[in-house]
Structures are given as C-alpha cells and as structure tokens.
C-alpha cells in the first residue's frame, strides 16, 4: 500500500487517486532567468524518480513542470543582456532541457510558458475580483488573504503572526496601497520600459502565484492528485496557490502536498547563495562530473531529506554506481557459457528481493532502503555469476530486474562493449597464453597496457573479464 507524506496533514497518508490507475502531478519548475542550480536539479531529480516509481508500479501519469517566465528577476536579466524576456526565456529554457535531458529526467508531459495563458490569468484574476477575493490599485491587484478562511494551514502558520511579518517585509509604498500588508499581488502595473500585456486593470504582468494556479488547473482540472516543488515553495507560493485556486472554484486545490528538501553545499553544510559564493550551477557541474553520477547521488537520497553536495559524496556515489554496474556486466559476462534453463530458487530469491524494494519505496518513497535491496539484488548476482553452472534464463532475468530497479532511480546501465576492438581482445587471449606459458612478465606488460587504455581486467575461476575504468 502505497503512503505519501502530505505537506497539508503534516503525517503520512495512504495514496488514493482521483481516478483509479490515473496519477495527475504537477511540479513548479524554474524562473527561466539563468541555468538552473543543483538545489533546482534536487528537486527535478526527486519529483521525476517519484514519477518513474508510480509509472513502475503501473500506474498512468501525467506530469505537468511549469516555467516562469516573466518577473523581475527576468526583466532585471533580459536588460543586461541586451535582449528581450521571451529571447532570455528561450535561451534557459532551452538549457533547463539540455542539462535536466542529461540527467536522465523524463520531459513533462506539459511545460506550459506563464506567458502563453496571459488571457486565462486576466480572466482569473477578474473572477476574484467578481467575488470579491482580490481588488484593483492603481494598476495593480491584490488577493484578500483575511477573506481566504484556510490561510496558513499548509504552512501551518497564524494569519496574525503573517501579517505582522508581512508588514516588515514590504516597502512603504506597497503597503500603501494594500487593505493588509499580509495580501498579495495577483497583477502587477507595468512600469516604464518594462514588458507588458493589456488587461481591465491597465497594462502589466501577472504575479508568480497566480501564474501556477492558472497552468495547473488548465491542464489537470480544477482538482489533481498531487503538487509537488522544494520546501521554500510552502508558503508563501503553494499557500497562495491554494487561496487563489479554491476561492475560485469552491473546491479542494490538491489532495497530496509534497515537498523536498534542500541543498547544502560543502563539508560545513552550508546553504546555498550567491554571496557565500557558494552558488554551483549544474551546466558548470556537468563539465567535470558525469551526470550519472550525478543522478545517483541525488536520487539516492529521500526526497524529503536534506542533500550535502560534496566531493567526498560524489566520490562515494561514483563507488556505488561502478559496483552495481560491475555486478551487472558480471552476470553478462557469463551468458557466455551458461547453460539453457532457470534456476528456480534463485529466481525465487530475485522475486523477494523485489518484493522489499516495493516494500521500502511505497513508504513515501523511501529510497535508501530501496537502494539498499538493489546492492542485496547485485550481491546475489555476483555469488550466481560465480557459480561454476549458471543458467542464461536466470541471468537475464536478474540483469533485467537490476535495470529495471535502477531505472527508477534514473539510471542507465550500460551493456559491455567488445572495445571494439579485435585488438584489444586479441591482447587480452595473447595475456592468457603468456601466462599459461608462465611468461609472467609478458602478462604484466599486458595487464598495465590495457590498463593504461582504460581497461581494467580481472580474473576469475570462469575466465578472464574486463571493465572500464571509472
């Protein structure tokens, strides 16, 4: 029985869909202003292993991933470049897809552009006006949070102690023009050279909560499954969001809350920012880390925890990865010579395995215990691999079910290769007759040659085999 931790009940609770079979999800995507960071990556990686795991266990899902762009920060950033918001959204998005493609993220089903749904964005926000949620000022507009009876409740916060805050936290001139410092801009008034698009209320440009509200309900109803995005989304965006969509509507907004944690950064487990210089982007990553490694070490660790990026931790993710692809070219590497047939028990044995991994991953989808069950599965095939009789039935059957384990993580396993390479195999049977020969000299001059091509070999009672160097 599959359980989800739920933001909103603050506890874990059975998954039941709307729609038998059907999971429908929407995600926060990022503010398409520069490449995305691994705090961005974080939360890709986690939502997309958590789509893979429902889609694993059988179930349809449609995945919608939002991208931001227009706001000030893009304004700000399309002015230094020299270049016009939609050409600077262009650009990230493009790279958001290139670097997230590279880690092995499934494309959403919807990216849906905030400035593709300025007219539904105008329409919503004049229906809350029309019931008398949200005002007009001076061009701008604003959403009476006092109005909204359940505003806090997903961050579990006093309304009073929020528009205490909010009123040190917002400059003069806007708390001016609000009813409450607490209420929030649904439509912001253009200012002078800034884009802008037409509305009952002058020209402007959407507020960021009100743009999530619109795209996810366009494309997955009024009501959906589950929300999903990082911890720092809880309020204020995703409370927002709430108060905006169900005033509307006079529906529930979403029945499941999830959210990750963060990304710290260094041995002193620093948060990441810009002033700390501490801010790692994961187009710069990618040039010196390979994205499986990547991959691994974030999909390994349970989305609602906090990751610590380190070298130490890719090192030790890189270990991990390289183990479990040995194991995987280990149970290759004897289809060779195995027999035809299945071996029953250890078959039996694999189906167990599965069985806790399901176990592990439907409590909230715990992933280090889910991980831990695919090293157990790896285990068991390197002792089967070095069996003097093996089956090729039972082999491929637990090669399979490796990868198919791994692919919820993200992961790829590759299939050995010949090195293409007559003459690399043709050194490695010129090393076996050397040493049968008992020329061991002439064997070592083999071994270091290959293994200064990359290659490393090892030599087992079932023959020698060989694996690239990490």
Known sequence: MLKVFNTMTRQKETFEPITPGVVNMYVCGPTVYNYIHIGNARSAIAFDTIRRYFEYRGYQVTYVSNFTDVDDKMINEAHKEGITVPELGDKFIAAFKEDTAALNVEPATVNPRATDHITEIVAFVQDLIDKGYAYPVDGDVYYRAHKFAHYGELAHLNLDDLEEGASQHTNDEETARKEDPVDFALWKGAKPGEISWPSPWGAGRPGWHIECSVMSTHYLGDTFDIHGGGEDLIFPHHQNEIAQSEAKTGKTFVHYWMHNGFVTVGDDDEKMSKSLGNFVTVHDILKTVDPQTLRFFMATTQYRRPIQYTQQNLDTAERNLERLQTAYNNMGYRLKDAEDGNDPKV????????????????????????????????????????????????????????????????????????????????????????????????????????????????????????????
Do not use: C, H
């Open 347 to 470: 078959e039996q044995e694999t189906r167990q395995i599965v069985a806790d991994y399901i176990d592990a991953m439907d409590d909230d989808f715990n992933v280090q215990n889910g991980v831990a069950e695919v090293f157990e599965l790896s285990r068991l095939g390197n002792v089967y691999a070095e069996r003097p009789v093996v089956f090729a039935g039972t082999l491929e059957f637990m090669r399979k079910t490796l990868a198919d384990l791994l692919s919820v993580f993200g992961v790829k396993l590759a299939e050995a290769t010949s090195l293409g390479d007559d003459g690399i195999q043709a050194l490695i049977d010129e090393r076996l007759a050397a040493r049968k020969a008992r020329n061991f000299e002439r064997s070592d001059e083999i071994r270091e040659q290959l293994k200064n091509q990359g290659i490393i070999l090892e030599d087992t009672p079932q023959g020698t085999r060989w694996r690239k160097e990490n």
